[in-house]
């Protein structure tokens, strides 16, 4: 069931809250145990073979994590170790059958010429966010830092429906003591701060993203046949699906929070307007912030401390700030970095352009890393840096992401070569038919610079660089929701991010007649552009 749908909007989620708040007047527990099978429904809707086939792995992390609380005392034994391990590889093992058996027979027929063939497996919805939730659960409580828990706490935690399909990725620890401290009665700021957050989430995605979609699609579709495409289509296919991305999973995200809150829950953030980012290290701290704190953790934390420590051991040097040498940096920054965002590449999809986007980032990460070190040694002065750095590592921060998502978006490895032909002029400057026709004389001397009219009317085209121009300038200029509602906490521990000196004298969110006003705009215009349902890029993941 797609949040942005009639059967969720109109049926699902009021139902589910209404006789959650009844049920709250008589049982506490039995209003917990309906949001848990009203979330096993909205999970179970759209396939309910999704339910069979995830439910062993609940069930197995379930018993992993109470053998790993009855060692106790021995947590730190080889017994709890060997538990812990047995467990993470269960969940990765049953996350690389179900999504990457596919693309391993592949890999092996490109790579040793098989002719492996694999029947289509079902792929349940949402697994890698679901497993590497439940693997952080595992972590955690071979650690020590959950307490107790029951089965139906447990589950609840697994199915809770507004982050159980694309994330964020939460905690525990984060979750269930909100569930403890719940009174689940009906509280007005709870529920008007989350209809106010799914709303804004809405129109994201609706009236934002999905106009995008079929503009940008067009042209990636024509690249992907095989057809040149000149230098402005090129741009504006990689612009217009970083803005379509962009507002679908900041859409998604609001949903989430706001589904959440009207039961009193506040998820972690998940998206804090990453392209206002000045350095790509920036930009991750903002964009999937959950994935970045599980990988950081769980991932690259762990392999950089082995480095660390093996290096140490050696009798070498470590990461020493601006006094960091070449061997210490590639060793105990580049390589973790490198490890890390192929993990993300491959958890994003089984392909090789995820892996190259992984790469890709992987080296833009490590390339900002070492201009930090060598800044710190030539920049003495931060203001001076600040102010002639901060632009510079905007745009550059803006062009990595954009090409990256070329990558993101291209269906085929030559359909993202086709792209980026164009992008860089290889396929030569085009004006649309349309613009051309009224340039007059003017196009002859556009000609002689080799700049030539298209035999394509260029009407979708003028259409995406318009949105591009107007929805760009919305997600670089205007406040974000969680901004515009940071008095009521929005997201768990969130703070605003000061992107600029205005961000304490934008107005904020309050109950009145003027907000209720606006949110009510915003959720009809959402509602009116519902019509088709379209997915959440993310929630193929």
Not at 145 to 156: D, Q, W
Not at 364 to 387: K, M, P, Q, T
Not at 503 to 510: A, K, L, N
């Amino acid at each position: 069931m797609l949040f942005n749908s009639y059967e969720f909007i109109g049926l699902f989620l009021p139902i589910t809250a209404v006789v959650f708040f009844l049920i709250c007047r008589t049982s506490r527990a039995g209003a917990l145990g309906w949001l848990t099978m009203a979330s096993l429904f909205f999970y179970a809707w759209w396939r309910p073979l999704n339910v069979l086939i995830i439910a062993p792995s609940i069930a197995v992390n379930f018993f992993v994590a109470r053998r790993l609380q009855a060692l106790g005392a021995r947590q730190a034994s080889g017994q709890a170790k060997a538990v812990l391990a047995a467990g993470i590889v269960f969940n990765v093992v049953f996350l690389g059958y179900f999504k990457y058996a596919g693309f391993a027979t592949t890999v092996s027929n490109d790579l040793f010429g098989t002719k492996y063939v694999l029947e289509q497996i079902v792929l349940p919805l949402g697994i890698s966010f679901i497993t590497f939730q439940k693997i952080a659960f595992l972590v955690d409580t071979h650690a020590g830092r959950i307490g107790a828990f029951t089965l139906r706490e447990y589950c609840l935690f697994v199915l809770f429906f507004p982050q159980l399909v694309a994330g964020p990725i939460v905690h525990f620890r984060e979750l269930m003591p909100q569930f403890t401290r719940c009174t689940c009665r009906f509280e007005a700021r709870h529920v008007a701060v989350g209809l106010s957050l799914f709303v804004v989430g809405l129109f994201k995605k609706v009236y934002v993203a999905d106009t995008l979609a079929p503009l940008v699609g067009g042209i990636f579709q024509q690249a992907s046949s095989g057809q040149a495409l000149s230098l402005v289509p090129a741009w504006a296919a990689a612009l217009g699906f970083t803005l379509q991305i962009y507002f679908d999973f900041s859409g998604y995200t609001d949903m989430a929070l706001g589904a959440a809150r009207i039961f009193g829950i506040t998820l972690p953030p998940n998206f804090d307007s990453p392209l206002k980012s000045s350095s790509i290290i920036d930009f991750w701290l903002r964009w999937h912030m959950s994935l970045t704190r599980f990988l950081t953790a769980y991932v690259y934390n762990p392999l950089a401390l082995a480095l660390t420590r093996r290096r140490l051991a050696a009798g070498k040097k470590a990461v020493g700030g601006r006094h960091t040498t070449p061997g210490a940096f590639v060793q105990l920054v580049v390589l973790p970095t490198m490890v890390t965002m192929i993990v993300s590449g491959i958890w994003h999809g089984a392909g090789y352009l995820f892996i190259i986007w992984g790469v890709m980032h992987g080296v833009f990460l490590s390339v900002n890393h070492d201009w930090r070190i060598l800044a710190a040694r030539a920049w003495r002065g931060s203001v001076r840096y600040e102010r002639i750095m901060g632009p510079v590592g905007f745009g550059l921060t803006a062009l990595s992401v954009v090409v990256s998502m070329v990558v993101f978006r291209a269906p085929t490895v030559s359909a993202a070569g086709v792209v980026f032909r164009g992008m860089l002029g290889g396929s030569g400057i085009e004006v649309p038919a349309i613009i051309a026709a009224r340039l007059g004389p003017l196009m002859g001397t556009l000609g002689a610079l080799g700049i030539t009219p298209s035999a394509a009317p260029g009407n979708d085209l003028l259409k995406l660089a318009f949105w591009v121009v107007v929805f760009g300038g919305i997600a670089l200029l205007c406040p974000s929701s969680l901004q515009l509602l940071r008095r009521d906490e929005p997201a768990l521990a969130w703070r605003a991010n000061p992107d600029t000196s205005l961000v304490e004298r934008m107005p904020t969110w309050q109950p009145s007649l003027v907000w209720a006003a606006a949110i009510s705009l915003v959720a009809a215009l959402g509602l009116v552009n519902l019509g088709g349902q379209s997915e959440f890029l993310y929630w193929q993941f």
